[in-house]
Nanobody
């Protein structure tokens, strides 16, 4: 059974930094594409950043220049370095690993940006 386990969330002051980690286990799949999404209460889950085969990256406009995704590329781990955090970044962050028509998700980790 595929499991994606996230870590690294928490409470941080505005302007601070956090690093999220995600590791896939329980599978022989090698995920070439992995990503991070976030969700606020009552809102749809939205893409934050993704890394695809060849280490190509894609970011939501709202996080460009502040967040950096790394890992992926069949290593079954993905990281999200978040700098210059803002209160509007507060959300539950989910790790994602697509595989064909399937989509695997982590359990989510809370990130709260508040003074």
């Amino acid at each position: 059974q595929v499991q994606l386990v996230e870590s690294g969330g928490g409470l941080v002051q505005p302007g601070g930094s956090l690093r999220l980690s995600c590791a896939a286990s329980g599978t022989l799949f090698r995920f070439y594409n992995m990503g991070w999404y976030r969700q606020l209460p009552g809102k749809q889950r939205e893409l934050v950043a993704e890394i695809t085969s060849g280490s190509n990256t894609n970011y939501a406009d709202s996080v460009k220049g502040r967040f950096t995704i790394s890992g992926g590329n069949a290593k079954n781990t993905v990281y999200l370095q978040m700098n210059s955090l803002k209160p509007k970044d507060t959300a539950v962050y989910y790790c994602n690993a697509p595989w064909g028509t399937l989509n695997y998700w982590g359990q989510g980790t809370q990130v709260t940006v508040s003074s």
